[in-house]
């Protein structure tokens, strides 16, 4: 399985592009390619589901450890350009929250951005909006 990785130093983590369906067949080759960015440094990872038109029980199993490691390490595990099937399949699920889905990689962008600066805020005293 293809799978695109590339670091987001700014948001103190990755952006991963998978190739292909996340299933029984490719779900432990899907794994073995999170796990390096998995360290003590990676808080959150940008997963663009551009690519995948499918996702098993397998391949979900993966994405809700990937988030447990994630949100353990103070941060939080986000998807965009999900096609319909994939976000039905969230949806059916319940599995994430909508503040984690996006339509692009821009959507997402204005997002962190948000968070960034709602933080700073925060830290000057000034509450968010």
Sequence with gaps: MRVDVQPDP????????????????????????????????????LIDLSRVDYISSAGLGVLFTTKKFLIGNGGELYFCNLKPQIAKLFEVVKAL??????????????YFYKIMNDEINRQKGIEPA
Excluded: C, H, M, W
Excluded at 16 to 36: A, M, N, R, W
Excluded at 104 to 109: C, I
């Design 10 to 45: 700014a948001k103190r983590g990755y952006r991963v592009l998978p190739f292909g369906p996340i299933d029984s067949d490719t779900y432990v080759e899907f794994q073995d390619k999170l796990k390096p960015l998995l360290s003590a440094q990676t808080q959150n990872l």
């Design 97 to 110: 929250p909508k503040e984690t889905l996006f339509q692009s990689n821009e959507e997402a962008d204005q």
